[in-house]
């Protein structure tokens, strides 16, 4: 395309600068040192009105003059505008097949993506707590983003959730299931080994308690039986809804049998 030039000519404008200036200097001149008092505040008032009317028709003569210089320009800038669309459309064309481009290699790299975690991450276990949607992340499609980077990531998340759970069921403790769910649902491993603590703390307490409160009643009235076989005893007690959650919590960890009647 060879280059667009716009021909100038200097504009035809003429006005005596020198000749203004000094009729501006002239009226102005007469109110120079010019004393107003109280009394004729009114008047002093009535001058710089005066003064700024003609002020405003100065800067109407130039804005007239400036518009009437500027239409040709305006006229022409009006023809011009109409060939923006011409390059736009260009641009819109080319675009297009860019961004189709662009969907195909993501199309490709997430295909890529899906294969790469297939082959890390096939364990069952770890499925269970690791499924793609997890660790997924959108950086990844990144044309900058390497394979190498992702596999990096995908197997970070594989060894947190391993490690994590190893360490969730080294605890052995009987709300461990409990503790598995809160991490499969964070995955977030001080949140799911404080449902162990929590409850370990709860039942060393009511385990206490318990002992405490009851141990009189119980060593009174308990007749040992040769054997050791297993008796069956009928207690009537008025617990909160947390309170028996945490009798059973006991009787469960000391290994009592026991049946709800209502």
Known sequence: M?????????????C???GIRSQIEAYVKQYEGVVFTEETKADAKKTVAEIRKSRTAFEKVIKEA?????????????????MFPLYDKAIAQINEQITAFEESRKEEKE???KEIFGEMVFEDDILAFLPLSRVYNEKWLNATYTEKQIKDDIMTAKMNVKTSVQSIKAMQSD?????????????????????ITDYEANKRVFK??????????????FIPVEGGESKGYTYTIFLTPDAKQKLEMFMDSIGIEYFERR
Do not use: C, H
Not at 2 to 14: R, Y
Not at 175 to 195: C, G, I, R, S
């Open 2 to 14: 060879n280059e667009i030039v716009i021909t100038q000519k200097a504009g035809a404008l003429s």
């Open 16 to 18: 005596d600068i020198e």
């Open 66 to 82: 400036k518009e009437k210089y500027m239409i040709p320009w305006m006229e022409l800038m009006a023809q011009l505008n109409e």
């Open 111 to 113: 295909a890529r993506i």
């Open 175 to 195: 709300v461990e299931d409990k503790a598995l769910e809160v991490f499969k649902e964070t995955l977030n491993l001080p949140e799911a080994l404080k449902v």
């Open 208 to 221: 206490q308690k318990v002992e405490t409160e009851t141990r009189a009643e119980v060593v009174d009235s």
